[in-house]
């Protein structure tokens, strides 16, 4: 321990107040990183117990027979819509040669 | 080459199981590292001849200031990775590290005025870090704002992703220049710190700090992550049961 | 026989690319005319700033000289983002945004166009109207050369820079304000290296290196803009 009292320790030859002030915004980033998570986390179990109650009372009244889909693993290949655009012009081609071949 | 283990990072499902074991002993570390670092920079290490005891904020300062820019890198890391692989844990990683990043540039930045003021006797010096940590904030707000005013997800994703590469050429760029105007405007001339003339009993503390805060950033990263999967995963099968 | 087609499409001589190019300058241009407040607004603005300087910090003449090439080049920079928020805005509304996308072209080709078209209605028009402002904000008169040489290698980067900020958002209502958080930190080395150019004038020292590292800039704004213009087209727009 460098300081001989809690005094000292507090006031810091008179730097303790900037010194102190820097730890507690410290503080207040590490807390904030840390509730921040935690506050979502309950919000987003909240919407998903909602949603998950809703759909079970709709299956009870027969309106949505089995609407509950499996898992779907979209990081196995690429998003649909960006490989529809990849395909675009060649679709457009293949458009155009059929129209060739009919009036062959 | 056995490529499984890729495709097996990048399934949310299986991160989310596998960080579930990581987390306690992420948490656990990362606090217990950061409280010995500064209680050993606060009361066991001796003051600086020059700074007197405000030198102290160094054991703040330089991990906040190091993790802001560093967490940036990553993020053009995952922006890549989004963009290349389309790979949907990367975005996540994109997205949830931006807050993070951004509130350790403001702590980086007032810790840095409030030690400038025992120590320049101002509080804002256009010091050429200063400006640039200020800039990289900017550059922060602007991926946070981007990710918020677009509605789609995809989009969204691939929005900041172009952001954060776009961002990361620009960083070394506006750093040279901000050096280059601070110097010719003969800016302050005292560095806050000095690194090789750092004694070790000083040393050590910093780098128990600077171990602790990234061990903390990944902490709290796994801890947005798993959120961010189990909201974007809520129609799987495996996330209701999670959650009934 | 369908790759064939493609790669033909593909392999043909940029020629094509190039008076597709000329095509979309001019269509561009022809808008501006017909509907000339989009170039005239801006610099409307960029006068106004220009104005507003005197009037709140002091009308004295050390003052405003020392000041003058900041104001100018800030008032310059604003203005550019004001009237990059329609420049694929409007395009986006009348679909011709969606035309470019699918056009066989290679799109930062097209996107380069666009934005040499924008360059020519805002960049370039105020760096004409620069003098006017240097003069009201007495400007010593060896510094005028130096501030219209930084004005016409500056802006070209200010529309590329500011050009993906205005593809990103272009989807975004009122996205305004948010291209102007996104572009501004990418405006900052430019700003630094145009006013220490024309202060660097202003005390008779050498400014070859400022405008020789404003070159560099547009060099690379032109090689690497429309690229990540193009792609954050195509991201937004899929």
Same mark, same amino acid.
């Given at each position: 321990?460098?300081?001989?009292?809690?005094?000292?320790?507090?006031?810091?030859?008179?730097?303790?107040?900037?010194?102190?002030?820097?730890?507690?915004?410290?503080?207040?980033?590490?807390?904030?990183?840390? $509730?921040?998570?935690?506050?979502?986390?309950?919000? $987003?179990?909240? %919407? $998903?117990?909602?949603?998950?109650?809703?759909?079970?009372?709709?299956?009870?009244?027969?309106?949505?027979?089995?609407?509950?889909?499996?898992?779907?693993?979209?990081?196995?290949?690429?998003?649909?819509?960006?490989?529809?655009?990849?395909?675009?012009?060649?679709?457009?081609?293949?458009?155009?040669?059929?129209?060739?071949?009919?009036? %062959? | 080459?056995?490529?499984?283990?890729?495709?097996?990072?990048?399934?949310? !499902?299986?991160?989310?199981?596998?960080?579930?074991?990581?987390?306690?002993?992420?948490?656990?570390?990362?606090?217990?590292?950061?409280?010995?670092?500064?209680?050993?920079?606060?009361?066991?290490? @001796?003051?600086?001849?020059?700074?007197?005891?405000?030198?102290?904020?160094?054991?703040?300062?330089?991990?906040?200031?190091?993790?802001?820019?560093?967490?940036?890198?990553?993020?053009?890391?995952?922006?890549?990775?989004?963009?290349?692989?389309?790979?949907?844990?990367?975005?996540?990683?994109?997205?949830?590290?931006? @807050?993070?990043?951004?509130?350790?540039?403001?702590?980086?930045?007032?810790?840095?005025?409030?030690?400038?003021?025992?120590?320049?006797?101002?509080?804002?010096?256009?010091?050429?870090?200063?400006?640039?940590?200020?800039?990289?904030?900017?550059?922060?707000?602007?991926?946070?704002?981007?990710?918020?005013?677009?509605?789609?997800?995809?989009?969204?994703?691939?929005?900041?992703?172009?952001?954060?590469?776009?961002?990361?050429?620009?960083?070394?760029?506006?750093?040279?220049?901000?050096?280059?105007?601070?110097?010719?405007?003969?800016?302050?001339?005292?560095?806050?710190?000095?690194? @090789?003339?750092?004694?070790?009993?000083?040393?050590?503390?910093?780098?128990?700090?600077?171990?602790?805060?990234?061990?903390?950033?990944?902490?709290?990263?796994?801890?947005?992550?798993?959120?961010?999967?189990?909201?974007?995963?809520? !129609?799987?099968?495996?996330?209701?049961?999670?959650?009934? | 026989?369908?790759?064939?087609?493609?790669?033909?499409?593909?392999?043909?001589?940029?020629?094509?690319?190039?008076?597709?190019?000329?095509? /979309?300058?001019?269509?561009?241009?022809?808008?501006?005319?017909?509907?000339?407040?989009?170039?005239?607004?801006?610099?409307?603005?960029?006068?106004?700033?220009?104005? /507003?300087?005197?009037? &709140?910090?002091?009308?004295?003449?050390?003052?405003?000289?020392?000041?003058?090439?900041?104001?100018?080049?800030?008032?310059?920079?604003?203005?550019?983002?004001?009237?990059?928020?329609?420049?694929?805005?409007?395009?986006?509304?009348?679909?011709?945004?969606?035309?470019?996308?699918?056009?066989?072209?290679?799109?930062?080709?097209?996107?380069?166009?666009?934005?040499?078209?924008?360059?020519?209605?805002? #960049?370039?028009?105020?760096?004409?109207?620069?003098?006017?402002?240097?003069?009201?904000?007495?400007?010593?008169?060896?510094?005028?050369?130096?501030?219209?040489?930084?004005?016409?290698? #500056?802006?070209?980067?200010?529309?590329?820079?500011?050009?993906?900020?205005?593809?990103?958002?272009?989807?975004?209502?009122?996205? &305004?304000?948010?291209?102007?958080?996104?572009?501004?930190?990418?405006?900052?080395?430019?700003?630094?290296?145009?006013? #220490?150019?024309?202060?660097?004038?202003?005390?008779?020292?050498?400014?070859?290196?400022?405008?020789?590292?404003?070159?560099?800039?547009?060099?690379? &704004?032109?090689?690497?803009?429309?690229?990540?213009?193009? #792609?954050?087209?195509?991201?937004?727009?899929?």
């Amino acid at each position: 321990m460098y300081f001989d009292s809690w005094s000292g320790f507090l006031v810091m030859e008179g730097h303790g107040l900037y010194v102190w002030s820097a730890y507690t915004m410290a503080l207040a980033v590490i807390a904030y990183n840390l $509730i921040a998570p935690f506050m979502a986390r309950r919000r $987003i179990l909240a %919407q $998903i117990t909602a949603q998950v109650r809703r759909q079970e009372r709709l299956v009870q009244r027969n309106v949505i027979v089995n609407e509950v889909r499996g898992d779907n693993n979209e990081n196995r290949s690429a998003n649909p819509e960006n490989t529809q655009l990849k395909h675009r012009p060649r679709r457009q081609e293949e458009g155009s040669e059929s129209v060739e071949r009919s009036a %062959q | 080459m056995n490529w499984t283990f890729f495709h097996k990072l990048g399934s949310p !499902k299986w991160f989310y199981d596998i960080s579930g074991k990581w987390l306690p002993w992420l948490q656990v570390s990362s606090l217990v590292l950061i409280l010995v670092a500064l209680v050993w920079g606060l009361a066991f290490t @001796p003051p600086d001849y020059l700074q007197g005891n405000s030198y102290r904020i160094i054991f703040i300062h330089v991990p906040a200031s190091f993790l802001a820019q560093s967490i940036y890198m990553m993020m053009a890391t995952a922006a890549a990775v989004t963009l290349i692989w389309r790979i949907k844990l990367a975005d996540m990683a994109l997205k949830v590290m931006a @807050p993070v990043g951004a509130s350790f540039c403001i702590l980086s930045l007032v810790t840095g005025a409030i030690w400038g003021q025992p120590t320049w006797g101002t509080w804002w010096v256009w010091d050429a870090r200063l400006t640039s940590m200020l800039i990289l904030l900017f550059l922060y707000i602007g991926i946070i704002a981007l990710r918020g005013a677009i509605h789609t997800t995809e989009a969204a994703a691939k929005a900041c992703a172009i952001l954060s590469l776009v961002g990361v050429v620009n960083i070394p760029i506006i750093k040279f220049s901000v050096d280059w105007w601070n110097t010719l405007h003969q800016g302050a001339t005292l560095k806050l710190t000095e690194k @090789p003339s750092m004694a070790p009993e000083m040393l050590w503390p910093l780098l128990l700090a600077i171990l602790g805060f990234y061990l903390f950033f990944t902490m709290v990263m796994v801890l947005r992550l798993r959120i961010e999967i189990i909201s974007r995963e809520r !129609k799987t099968r495996w996330v209701k049961e999670l959650v009934s | 026989m369908v790759r064939g087609g493609k790669m033909s499409r593909v392999d043909q001589p940029s020629m094509r690319g190039f008076s597709a190019c000329l095509a /979309l300058i001019r269509r561009d241009l022809t808008l501006t005319f017909r509907s000339p407040g989009q170039a005239i607004n801006p610099m409307a603005f960029f006068l106004m700033v220009a104005t /507003l300087f005197p009037l &709140g910090i002091a009308p004295d003449r050390e003052v405003l000289s020392e000041l003058a090439a900041g104001v100018i080049w800030i008032g310059a920079l604003l203005a550019v983002l004001l009237s990059l928020d329609s420049l694929f805005k409007s395009d986006q509304d009348d679909g011709a945004l969606d035309q470019l996308l699918m056009s066989p072209h290679p799109l930062p080709l097209l996107v380069l166009a666009k934005v040499f078209s924008h360059w020519l209605t805002s #960049g370039f028009c105020l760096t004409l109207m620069a003098p006017l402002l240097a003069i009201m904000l007495h400007l010593p008169s060896e510094a005028f050369s130096p501030l219209m040489m930084t004005l016409l290698l #500056g802006t070209p980067v200010l529309s590329l820079a500011g050009s993906i900020g205005a593809a990103l958002t272009v989807k975004v209502q009122r996205g &305004g304000v948010l291209l102007t958080l996104l572009s501004l930190p990418l405006y900052i080395p430019v700003l630094i290296f145009a006013t #220490g150019a024309v202060n660097a004038a202003m005390q008779n020292m050498p400014y070859t290196g400022h405008i020789l590292w404003l070159s560099v800039f547009l060099i690379l &704004g032109v090689c690497l803009a429309p690229l990540a213009i193009a #792609g954050a087209l195509r991201v937004i727009n899929e």
